[in-house]
């Protein structure tokens, strides 16, 4: 297993399609029945082995700091992890936000772990930091099988040899929000993500792609070892209204289902 020294939690978005909620709280804050966002987040980071958290934020937001406060000196889970905060000042897109983070960043590989992306069952960002090798990756991204119509939502790959069943895929690069005539697969990238010390000097370079912001995609496509990690866990977009309403009647399901469990 690689050991992800520091997990990267970029929650500085601007959460424009979780209006008029997110006008009250942030996203990341929001509940998925009885939990906070957030906290599924950095069980999932922490469960990885990170020994350091880098919150990407903005003065906007200081709900988030106060409850990584109050998590953090509550929870005995959370015991010796170090947090940190880098404000990125304005959402000028994912590979702003990370690169924001690098001063915090420690040596090796970093995880990057986006709240939004909800992924029930086993730690997603764990599984990966066990099939990263550093010898022969830059960077190894989930992966989940979207519809063809639905690839200008996400970064696309372009598969270096067809699915074998296998967990862990070449990838030839990634493209950005293509149109689904163009789009290489339909395989895309979802927000977990393990990158060698080889991404910083590219996002240093990487200038504003698809809808003007700065993406980790275009970044991460001008690395070579690319890899894509199909998860089996279940993956919800609360950063939409319809994803968050799933994932909390997921979470209801499963809570319901525990409870009578522990009644029998
Ligand atoms: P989204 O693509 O969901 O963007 O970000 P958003 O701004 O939060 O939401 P909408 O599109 O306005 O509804 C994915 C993740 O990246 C973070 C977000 O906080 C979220 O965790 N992010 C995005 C940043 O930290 N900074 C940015 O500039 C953009």
């Known amino acids: 297993m690689t050991r992800l020294a520091t997990v990267v939690l970029p929650v500085a978005g601007s959460g424009t399609r ?5 006008d009250a709280t942030a996203k990341e804050l929001l509940p998925i029945y009885d939990t906070p966002l957030l906290l599924f987040a950095l069980e999932e980071a922490v469960a990885s082995g990170a020994q350091r958290l880098v919150f990407v934020s903005r003065a906007t937001k200081p709900g988030i700091s106060n409850y990584v406060e109050h998590l953090m000196s509550q929870e005995p889970s959370f ?11 304005e959402p000028l897109g994912l590979g ?3 690169l924001s983070a690098r001063p915090e960043v420690l040596p090796g590989p970093v995880g990057v772990l986006l709240p939004d992306d909800l992924i029930l069952g086993a730690p997603v960002l764990a599984e990966m930091a066990d099939v990263f090798d550093p010898a022969s990756m830059d ?5 989940q099988r979207v519809d063809r119509a639905e ?8 598969l270096a040899m067809a699915s074998v069943g296998s967990a862990v ?5 990634l493209v950005e929000k293509p149109d689904p005539a163009d789009a290489p697969s339909d395989l895309a990238v979802v927000g977990r993500y393990v990158l060698s010390e080889k991404i910083w000097p590219v996002l240093e370079k990487t200038t504003e792609g698809a809808g003007g912001e700065i993406q980790l995609t275009d ?18 977009d609360c950063g939409d209204k319809e994803g968050w309403f799933s994932a909390t009647q997921a979470v209801r399901s499963d809570r319901l289902r525990k409870e009578t469990v522990a009644a029998e």
Do not use: K, N, W
């Open 169 to 173: 895929l070449p990838a030839r690069t």
């Open 219 to 236: 970044a991460i496509a001008g690395l070579d070892r690319l890899y894509a990690f199909q998860f089996s866990g279940c993956r919800y």
């Open 139 to 143: 960077c190894l991204a989930a992966a």
């Open 96 to 98: 702003h936000a990370v």
């Open 79 to 89: 015991a010796g992890v170090e947090v940190r905060s880098v404000d990125q000042g």
């Open 18 to 22: 979780m209006r008029p909620a997110t």
């Open 151 to 158: 690839s200008s939502r996400y970064g696309m790959f372009d």
